[in-house]
């Protein structure tokens, strides 16, 4: 129903920034929210950034002030800007979308794009 597409991963520095992009395709008419969860290597998967219908964002409390999720809804994309990156935020980034329609909730994923921080 809903198709998510992820991009712009890849290995930086730290200091460095990346500007992560996650194309919708399908039914997404009925999309209520967006937001991006990262996952680490043998560590569970949390949740980055949100952002809701009216635009009202939420983040982890490690990314707040380096990290920026906005979306354009001409483009059906959503974006996480991503600045003064640590080696901590090293993990595959993930793009998710909940969509509500009638009295049922569904969620959909991408397939992720690896984000490196290294020196």
């Known amino acids: 129903q809903v198709q998510l597409v992820e991009s712009g991963g890849g290995l930086v520095q730290p200091g460095g920034s990346l500007k992560l992009s996650c194309a919708a395709s399908?039914?997404?008419?009925?999309?209520?929210?967006m937001g991006w969860y990262r996952q680490a290597p043998g560590k569970q998967r949390e949740l980055v950034a949100t952002?809701?219908?009216?635009?009202?964002?939420n983040y982890a409390d490690s990314v707040k002030g380096r990290f920026t999720i906005s979306r354009d809804n001409a483009k059906n994309t959503v974006y996480l800007q991503m600045n003064n990156l640590k080696p901590e935020d090293t993990a595959v980034y993930s793009c998710?979308?909940?969509?509500?329609?009638?009295?049922?909730?569904?969620?959909?994923w991408g397939q992720g794009t690896q984000v490196t921080v290294s020196s």
């Open positions: 952002i809701a219908s009216g635009d009202s964002t």
């Open positions: 998710n979308a909940v969509r509500l329609f009638l009295n049922s909730r569904f969620d959909y």
């Open positions: 399908g039914i997404i008419t009925t999309i209520y929210v």
